[in-house]
């Protein structure tokens, strides 16, 4: 398999402070950085992503440079992007960092502006896209002026802007996941075959759960659309000989909770992911649990929490991931130590090959999966990227494979369940 080039650009080990001359002259200063200290980073066309910047009191010291506070994933056509001027871009894109204190809001009815401290900026370069390991900048820089003393320096930033080669697999299904399709790897326009997926159902639930309709009976009788569960969904991730790798399959119902009609986080329904054994050909052993339920509002999400076993036996989970997507519209299910951290939910470990799951320290973890799936009722040929280093042979890739069916599935699962059908409509109640 020949992985696609890709580049992450990290910032890290972010701080600020104030200069010896405006810590003794401005007290006032010093409250307004150390309360509420955030920055917007800005590359375009990527979103802006927002994070707090801690407040050095001392002099001497310095953030710790372990510590990611953002990260962008590029491709090739994102570095040309950013380094073709266009005619609303007079130059090359840049880096940049804009630091605010005071948060946006309101504070007893009144309206609250944040005020900004000052931009760091950092042009795109050739050196961008030489798929080299660089660091573009480490230290302190001035980024703004003292305002009480006019002319002299005012607040510093420190940080870390670095760039690593971050080649990806990248793999489509190219049909519905419930219509068994083969599985390719991308590599610019040519498809390589790699896997096949077998999608079945166990006999107990022969009525199809993902029809929205039920043949008017001659009676004109109410009848029930769906059972009121599905289970027995089994998805099988096969090489090119035809060996069974890797596999999904439903352990928990998905049932609708007492008093509603679609799965609800009291009750959610679950995947266990499962490799193969290749010295024992019979034999299956736990990688992990992928557990998936509805929330109803203004528009309805799809949760996904996603285990692995640390030992590969069910007990010792660590939390991977926590995920909601639009039920309409889809979107990405992730694996990223990162963008977990940042989203403020429980620091998560980095993943080995083959199943073995090790505790890592967030800086040698950063992304690992990637999943874009589309909503319910859309047909869904689930995009899976995959960090390279995470992946040493075929049958690594094959597990992922298995994760993304069964996010994939999981959007119909949690489908909302519409009991009953009236003679002469093909609407549910």
């Not at 961008?128 to 002026?145: D, M, Q, R, T, Y």
């Not at 007492?258 to 799965?263: A, E, N």
């Not at 959610?268 to 109803?296: C, F, M, N, Q, T």
């Not at 859309?378 to 280093?389: D, H, N, Y």
Request: aromatic content about 8%; charged content about 20%; overall charge positive.
């Amino acid at each position: 398999m020949d992985p696609q080039a890709f580049i992450r650009l990290s910032i890290s080990s972010l701080g600020i402070r104030l200069p010896v001359t405006a810590l003794t002259a401005s007290k006032s200063n010093i409250h307004a950085l150390s309360s509420s200290c955030v920055c917007e980073i800005r590359l375009r066309g990527f979103p802006v992503q927002t994070t707090q910047i801690p407040f050095l009191s001392s002099p001497e010291a310095t953030p710790n440079s372990n510590t990611i506070a953002s990260s962008f994933y590029l491709e090739e056509s994102d570095l040309k992007a950013l380094l073709a001027p266009g005619c609303f871009y007079p130059s090359h894109a840049c880096l940049e960092i804009v630091v605010f204190t005071g948060r946006k809001g309101t504070h007893c009815g009144v309206g609250v502006k944040r005020q900004q401290i000052g931009v760091f900026k950092l042009n795109v370069g050739p050196e961008w896209g030489e798929g080299k390991p660089v660091i573009l900048f480490s230290g302190w820089i001035g980024i703004g002026k003292n305002r009480q003393e006019s002319g002299k320096p005012g607040a510093e930033l420190h940080l870390r802007v670095k760039l690593d080669p971050d080649p990806r697999y990248v793999f489509q299904f190219e049909d519905e996941t419930k219509l068994s399709p083969q599985i390719v790897q991308l590599q610019g326009n040519v498809k390589q075959p790699i896997f096949s997926c077998k999608f079945s159902r166990d006999r107990v639930s022969q009525v199809d759960p993902l029809s929205t309709f039920w043949p008017n009976s001659a009676d004109g009788s109410y009848q029930d659309i769906e059972r009121r569960e599905r289970k027995g969904w089994k998805v099988k991730i096969h090489d090119l000989s035809g060996s069974a790798v890797a596999a999904a399959f439903i352990t928990t119902p998905f049932v609708p909770s007492t008093g509603c009609d679609w799965v609800a986080k009291s009750n959610p329904g679950a995947w266990l992911i499962v490799h193969h054994d290749a010295g024992r050909p019979e034999s299956w052993h736990p990688w992990g649990k992928l557990e998936a339920w509805r929330e109803k509002g203004m528009r309805d999400s799809i949760n996904f929490r996603f285990h692995v076993f640390s030992d590969g036996q069910e007990g010792g989970e660590l939390l991977m991931s926590e995920i909601l997507l639009n039920a309409e519209k889809g979107g990405e299910f992730f694996i990223d130590t990162d963008r977990q951290i940042r989203a403020g939910a429980t620091p998560v470990p980095s993943p080995q090959s083959s199943g073995d799951y090790t505790a890592l320290s967030p800086i040698s973890g950063g992304f690992v999966m990637r999943c874009r799936v589309q909503g319910e009722g859309k047909c869904s040929k689930p995009l899976v990227q995959l960090a390279m280093r995470h992946v040493t042979c075929v049958e690594d890739a094959a597990i992922f494979m298995a994760l993304a069916a069964a996010v994939d599935l999981s959007i119909e699962a949690c489908r909302p369940f519409r009991r009953k059908i009236r003679r002469g409509s093909r609407h549910s109640w």
